[in-house]
C-alpha cells in the first residue's frame, strides 16, 4: 500500500478529476441521459407496488409478464429515493449524477492505494479522456456503481481484510450480471502470491454463497434469456492508443508484481465475459483494465527514465490524451476516425452531443403530455403500449401502469406469437412512418382520444386484459434491514486476527 502523502501528481489529478466532477454536476437538468434508465425506473416502481422484491415482472410484457432477472441493488436505491419523497424523475437524475462522481473519486483512491501517485494520475486521465468510457458511467449506472464496489473489493483485499473485500463484492454481485465475475476472476490472478491465497479464497466463497439466491433465481429461468449483441457490432468506439498501451504493456513490466497481476486480471476476465459484446468491453467497462495495466507500464516506465526523457514522457502523455485521445467510431457499422475526441475537449467545444449514448430522449414539453393521458384514462392495473419499446417503457416508468411491450429484449415473457396490441387499454402511436395504425384501429375498434405534437392516443374500449401486483417474495423491511447490517459490517472499525505474513500492499 502507497501512503497518502501528497505530491504534484496528486495536483495534476485533482485537477482532472474536478472537471470530470464539473462536467458531469452540470448536467443534472439533462438527465436521464439514456433509455436504461426508464427500465430501471419501472422495476423500482413495480418493486414498490408489489411491497419489495419479486422474481416475477409482472410491469413488463403484460399480462404475461417476464422473469424479473436484473439484479435488483439498484432498484431498491431508487425505490428507497422514492419513499422518502423523491419523485422518480430527479431519483434518476441524482443516481445519474452521484454515481459517476463517486466512480472517478473511488478510482482514483484505490489506484492511488495500490499503486501509488503517478499511475493513478495515468488512469484517472487514460479512462476519463476516453469520451465513450466517461458517457457509459452516466448511461450504465449500475455497471457504474459495480465497479465501485468492486474497486473496494481490492482495496480491502489489499489491506487483508477479507470480510469487508467480499461484503463489496456481494454488494456487486447484487448490482449487475457481468462486472462481480470480472472482479472476482481479476482476484484469483492473485492466488500465485501466496500471502493473498487464503484472503482471496474467502472471499470469493463468501460473496458466492451469500450471492448464492439471486444466482439460483437466475439458472432457474436461464431458458427465458436470449444472447443478442448484434446491435452492439454497429456501435463501438475504439481507443487505439489504449489498445497499443495495452499490448506494449503486456510486453514489459515486472512479471511477479501482484498490482500487474490484479490489472492483468481485469482485462483477460472482462475480455472473457464481453466476448460477444465488444461495445462494453472496448467502449465501456472493458476499457478500465486497458487503461489500468497502460497506466501501471507508463508509471513504471516513467519512473526509470532520466529526468529530460521522463518531463517529455509525461507531458506528451498528458497533452495527447487530454487535448486528443482519437478514437476510430463504428457509425452503423461504418468505421470513421474521430482525431479529437478526449472528454475534455468534447465538453469544451461543445461537440458532447455528437455521441448517440449522450443523448437524452427525455423532453419534458413533448412527452408529459402523452403520460397525462395516461393518467386520466388508464386504470392503475390496466395495460399500455406504444409503437416504440421506448416510450412504452417510459409510460410504465412515469405512470406506474404496466406495459404489453417493453425495452430489455434479452429476457423473453415466455408467450410466443403474441400480439403486443391486443391486451392494451391505451395506445400511444408515435407519428412516424409506420402506416399500420390504420389497419390495427380497425381490427381492435380503437377509439381516438387525443393527439399531441409526437403521438396519436388511441383507447382501446373492449379490452379486459389487468396487470395486478404480485406480492413481494421478499418485503422492504426485510431488505432495508440487510443491507443495514451489510453497512454496519462494512463500516464498523472491524479488527479480525491476520497471520504475521499477511502485511497489506
Known amino acids: 500500500m502507497h501512503e497518502l502523502k501528497s505530491d504534484r501528481f496528486d495536483l495534476y ?3 482532472l478529476g474536478s472537471l470530470l466532477l464539473i462536467f458531469t454536476l452540470v448536467r443534472f437538468p439533462f438527465m436521464p441521459q439514456f433509455i436504461d434508465a426508464y427500465y ?6 413495480g418493486f414498490l407496488q408489489s411491497g419489495g422484491w419479486t422474481g416475477w415482472s409482472w410491469w413488463d ?21 422514492q419513499k422518502i419523497g423523491v419523485s422518480g424523475l430527479n431519483a434518476l437524475r441524482f443516481c445519474e449524477v452521484s454515481v459517476p462522481c463517486l466512480f472517478f473519486v473511488s478510482f482514483w483512491y484505490v489506484v492511488r492505494r495500490l499503486a501509488g501517485s503517478v499511475c493513478a494520475l495515468f488512469s484517472l486521465l487514460l479512462a476519463g479522456s476516453f469520451f465513450s468510457f466517461y458517457t457509459s458511467t452516466a448511461i450504465h449506472i449500475p455497471a457504474t456503481l459495480a465497479l465501485v464496489f468492486g474497486l473496494l473489493t481490492w482495496y480491502f483485499t489489499s489491506r487483508k481484510q477479507w470480510l469487508k473485500a467480499g461484503l463489496f463484492l456481494l454488494l456487486c454481485f447484487y448490482t449487475h450480471s457481468a462486472v462481480p465475475w470480472i472482479i472476482s476472476g481479476s482476484l484469483l490472478f492473485l492466488l500465485p502470491f501466496a500471502s493473498f491465497r487464503r484472503i482471496v479464497i ?3 466463497l463468501l460473496a458466492l454463497i451469500l450471492a448464492l439466491p439471486l444466482l439460483v433465481h437466475q439458472f432457474r429461468f436461464r431458458g427465458y434469456v436470449l444472447f443478442d449483441s448484434s446491435q452492439q457490432l454497429y456501435f463501438v468506439h475504439f481507443s487505439p492508443a489504449l489498445i497499443f498501451f495495452t499490448f506494449w504493456a503486456l510486453l514489459s513490466g515486472e512479471k511477479k508484481d501482484p498490482v500487474r497481476s490484479l490489472f492483468l486480471g481485469y482485462c483477460a476476465v472482462s475480455l472473457a465475459v464481453f466476448w460477444r459484446y465488444p461495445y462494453r468491453f472496448f467502449s465501456a467497462q472493458g476499457i478500465l483494465g486497458l487503461a489500468l495495466i497502460s497506466a501501471w507500464s507508463l508509471s513504471r516506465l516513467l519512473s526509470v527514465l532520466p529526468q529530460p526523457k521522463k518531463k517529455i514522457l509525461f507531458v506528451s502523455v498528458l497533452v495527447f490524451f487530454s487535448v486528443f485521445h482519437p478514437t476510430v467510431d463504428l457509425d452503423l457499422g461504418r468505421p470513421g476516425f474521430n482525431p479529437v475526441n478526449s472528454t475534455y ?12 449514448e449522450f443523448r437524452s430522449v427525455y423532453v419534458p414539453d413533448q412527452l408529459n403530455p402523452v403520460f397525462d393521458y395516461l ?6 392495473d390496466q395495460i399500455v403500449v406504444s409503437n416504440s419499446v421506448v416510450i412504452s417503457q417510459m409510460s410504465t416508468a412515469f405512470t406506474g401502469r404496466a406495459n404489453s411491450s417493453a425495452m430489455l429484449r434479452e429476457v423473453t415473457s415466455g408467450e410466443k406469437n403474441t400480439n403486443p396490441y391486443a391486451p392494451a387499454k391505451l395506445i400511444v402511436w408515435l407519428k412516424t412512418k409506420d402506416r399500420r395504425i390504420n389497419r390495427l384501429a380497425e381490427i381492435f375498434s380503437w377509439q381516438k382520444i387525443g393527439e399531441t405534437d409526437i403521438a396519436l392516443i388511441y383507447l382501446s374500449p373492449f379490452t379486459q386484459a389487468r396487470a395486478y401486483p404480485h406480492q413481494a417474495a421478499v418485503p422492504f ?7 443495514g447490517l451489510v453497512l454496519v459490517l462494512l463500516f464498523l472499525p472491524l479488527k ?3 497471520n504475521p505474513s499477511e502485511k497489506p500492499l
Open 13 to 15: 489529478s485533482l485537477g
Open 40 to 45: 430501471h425506473l419501472s422495476s423500482a416502481n
Open 61 to 81: 410484457f403484460a399480462p404475461a409478464g417476464r422473469p424479473q432477472l436484473y439484479p435488483p441493488l439498484y432498484h431498491f436505491i431508487l425505490a428507497g429515493l
Open 202 to 204: 474467502k472471499e470469493n
Open 345 to 356: 475537449a468534447n465538453f469544451i467545444f461543445g461537440r458532447t452531443h455528437d455521441l448517440l
Open 375 to 380: 393518467k386520466e384514462h388508464v386504470a392503475r
Open 477 to 483: 423491511f426485510m431488505i432495508f434491514s440487510l443491507l
Open 496 to 498: 479480525i486476527r491476520q
